[in-house]
Each structure stands twice: as C-alpha cells, then as structure tokens.
Nanobody, 117 residues
Framework: QVQLVESGGGLVQPGESLGLSCVAT????????MAWYRQAPGKQRELVARFSTTGDTIYADSVKGRVTMSRDNAGSTVYLQLNSLRPDDTAVYYCNAWHIQNHYNVWGQGTQVIVSS
C-alpha cells in the first residue's frame, strides 16, 4: 500500500502564498486518483481539490481561483499551490489517494497551514 508524506505547511500572513507537496512511496498515477483535503479546527474534513478520472482538476468553490493542484511527470508527487491566503484557509491539509480498482483510501499525516497576521 502506498504511503503519502506531505510537506510545505507553515505560518503565513493573509495574502501570502504557500506550496504544499505530497510525495508517494510508489507510482500513483493510473492506480490512484489524488486529492487534497483540509480540516479546520472544530470542522469536518473537506475537499480542496482533486484530479478527476477524466483528467480535469476539480476545486472547491472556497478556493477556486486561488489554488492550483498539479503533479510531477515522474508520477509520484502532487502539489497544491495556495495563493492569496486568508485566515479561513487555516487548517491541516491532507493528501489523499483513492485506489481506483480496489476502492480504498490512503491518507497522509497532514501538514499544518496557519494564516494569521
């Protein structure tokens, strides 16, 4: 089973940018569909962005236009570029892999993003 390791979180001021990375221990593309989720204190985990099976990238309305999800050509890393950050973007951000054939989820340990002045 693949393991996911996120990095890149930190403390930033409103309006600043941050880039998150998720490195998988094996090749993931074509086997898993990838997504980023976040969980703010006291709230449920919510989808931020995901790759669809048709090749599109789907974004939550709350981040649309400010966030870009991408991947590397080697097939083992996904990225989440967060721009124009706001205090309500403060959350733990999780990388997620959904096994296409066997239908199970794999989660990373999460990386904390704090947006505060």
């Amino acid at each position: 089973q693949v393991q996911l390791v996120e990095s890149g979180g930190g403390l930033v001021q409103p309006g600043e940018s941050l880039g998150l990375s998720c490195v998988a221990t094996t090749t993931i593309f074509g086997i898993y569909t990838m997504a980023w989720y976040r969980q703010a204190p006291g709230k449920q985990r919510e989808l931020v962005a995901r790759f669809s099976t048709t090749g599109d990238t789907i974004y939550a309305d709350s981040v649309k236009g400010r966030v870009t999800m991408s991947r590397d050509n080697a097939g083992s890393t996904v990225y989440l570029q967060l721009n124009s950050l706001r205090p309500d973007d403060t959350a733990v951000y999780y990388c997620n892999a959904w096994h296409i054939q066997n239908h199970y989820n794999v989660w990373g340990q999460g990386t904390q993003v704090i947006v505060s002045s």
